[in-house]
């Protein structure tokens, strides 16, 4: 399992082909990357930034990440996150797993994002026409991670 | 001496993150919070406005009665928007 | 939607990061690749061959994307496959989805991909320590496959 | 003419994919089916002992009455093991 958090934009492409590397014998490979967009429901965004809590952040992600590992007997997690300032186009997070059944790697990335979208120490701040918006989690994120919660593998 | 953390929004309305040196009637969570409400009540409404978290060195907590000790790192956190 | 066959190997990170280029603003991208292992239950690998029916395989595989992409509101799909001989730890298969909301993402790729192990005109055949050997489609292939049949967006 | 293609483990058994003139008394799919077993019984058997389907010019056919023309391709698609 590994977590990182970077201030610094990162290729998920890359980050996924070096993950994989020597481990094609897994068989299968699912990645998510969330990526910057140029506006939120209509309103252009100009800048995302995200703010973290150096070292408890790296720490609680990986407590996720090792839950979700367990839970779906898929300890081949791959987390990268970025912080700081983001400009639109940029990867903000990439979650990837291997694993010798697809249907685990599925559920592993799908149940850890659903837990950093709710769970994971970060604030987002979108800056945009309108100025600076600190951003509060969403409802719909809320449910689907209490769904998640009852997600058996 | 202990050092306060704030993230998110809060972190804007605080001063820097800085080593302070607490009052000797400031030896709980509670009563730091009252503390730092009455030394900036800015920051004081906006926390008493969300549900923040308490984190002392890196643990969660829930008990508002927990004694500081020094050196401790105190860090208050919003609502966590996610990744 | 993109469906693309190649009797050539294919770099899975590279046609990912080529699909997603100038698209950052879709927000989410996830994406699954199917690899050649070097061992079937134990069994060594020494290759795979992937027979197709040249046109057909394209246009049904086509047809279920489609379907895919219809049924999850999802039309930015692609679909990379491999065909004729494959060596172990080559990707086999790529299926990514971009999509505003990461679940109509992760259900697209899923199913396409329970689709493609029972639908797709495809047929397999391992090359190992005891010789050649088609493989069937597995029961779990296709239990998976009757699931998906059922599961809404 | 017609053009037969056979698919995955038939195709090892087949004689190559060609163009074939039929005989004048094979004219729908279920004749030449019949026809195929005749002139090479181990192609027959191998078609009578899995689930085979029918495609007639890249559309799936169930309907073995089916009249062959000139110049049709006939693929035969044992089960598919997928992707």
């Known amino acids: 399992m590994q977590v990182r958090l970077t201030s610094q934009p990162f290729d998920p492409q890359r980050e996924e082909a070096a993950f994989v590397a020597g481990r094609a014998q897994m068989g299968a490979l699912v990645s998510f990357v969330g990526l910057c967009r140029d506006n939120n429901e209509g309103v252009a965004v100009r800048q995302l930034h995200i703010d973290h809590y150096a070292g408890f952040t790296e720490k609680e992600i990986a407590r996720l990440a090792q839950d979700v590992a367990a839970r779906f007997a898929c300890p081949d997690i791959l987390v990268v996150h970025r912080v700081g300032d983001i400009a639109p186009g940029e990867a903000i997070v990439l979650v990837a797993a291997l694993s010798h059944h697809r249907a685990n790697a599925f559920d592993a990335v799908r149940v850890l994002m659903d837990y950093l979208k709710t769970d994971a120490p970060l604030w987002k701040k979108e800056t945009g026409a309108k100025g600076a918006q600190w951003i509060e989690p969403r409802a719909e994120d809320r449910a689907r991670r209490a769904e998640a919660e009852g997600k058996s593998p | ?83």
Chains 1, 3 share one sequence.
């Open chain 2, 1 to 83: 001496m202990v050092k306060l953390v704030f993230l998110g929004k809060l972190r804007g309305l605080a001063r820097e993150d800085a080593e302070v040196a607490l009052p000797a009637d400031v030896g709980t969570l509670a009563e730091l919070k009252d503390w730092i409400a009455r030394r900036d009540p800015d920051l004081g409404s906006a926390m008493a406005a969300t549900q923040v978290q308490y984190v002392v060195n890196q643990c969660v907590v829930r008990d508002f009665s927990l004694p500081i000790a020094q050196n401790d790192e105190i860090a208050f956190l919003p609502p966590m928007s996610g990744g």
